[in-house]
C-alpha cells in the first residue's frame, strides 16, 4: 500500500486534513512540528506539508509527488510547479471531492487498476458505438485498445460494466494521448474523464480502489 507523509506545521487546518485522508487508501504517517524527515519518510509516495522547504531542502529538491497547502488562496485554485508535474500547490481549504481527486492522481500508480474488460466507444455526434478493450482505470481516466481512429482532443463517450455495480457504467472523455501496443503496435488510446459526478467518482474510487 502507498504512503503518505504528512508534514505539520502547527497550523489550525491540519486536523481538518487528517479527517480527510481518512478516506485516502493508503497509509499515513504524520511529521510533528519541529521534526525533521528521515531520508526514508521524505522518500513517501506522496507528501502533504504547508512548507515545501521542510521536506527536502530547497523547494525544488523533491522529486517526488507533492502536495503544498497553502492558508488564504482560493479554494479551486491548484497551482503546478514550473518543471515539476507531480508537485502542486493548493488552498488549505480545498473541498473534501477535490482534495480525494488530487491525492489520488498524484499518488500515480496507486490510483491505476489494470482491468481487461470489453468497452464501448462511442465518438461524439456518431451513432455506432465501436468495440474494444480496457488496459487501465484510473479515477481520471482509462487506457484502452478500439478499431478506429482516435485524434487527440476527440470526445467519446466509453461505456463499461464495473463489477458490484448495478448498470453499465458510460462516461464521457478525451483522447489525451495516443501510444503504440507494446506487443503488436497497434494503436493504443489514453483518454481522461470529463465532468464526472460525485456518484459517477464514487463508483470509480470502489472499483480502482478495491482489493486486487
Known sequence: MKRILLVEDGRPFWPRIR????????????????AAATPAQAAADLVITGDAGRVA????????????LEKGRAPELVTPREGAEH??????SIDERSFLTLTSRLLGVSERRHFRAVIGVKRARHAHV?????REFSLTGLSFSVPADLAVGERVVVSFYV???????????????????????????????????AAEEDVLRRFVWAER
Open 163 to 197: 463489477p458490484g455495480a448495478r448498470q453499465r457504467v458510460s462516461l464521457e472523455s478525451e483522447v489525451a494521448r495516443v501510444f503504440p501496443d507494446p506487443e503488436d503496435g497497434a494503436p493504443c488510446y489514453g483518454a481522461r474523464f470529463v465532468g464526472l459526478s
Open 19 to 34: 479527517d480527510l485522508l481518512r478516506k485516502v487508501n493508503a497509509v499515513v504517517e504524520e511529521l510533528p512540528p519541529g
Open 87 to 92: 508537485q502542486v500547490t493548493a488552498s488549505s
Open 57 to 68: 531542502g530547497p523547494a525544488g529538491r523533491r522529486r517526488g509527488p507533492l502536495l503544498v
Open 130 to 134: 465501436h468495440m474494444g478493450a480496457s
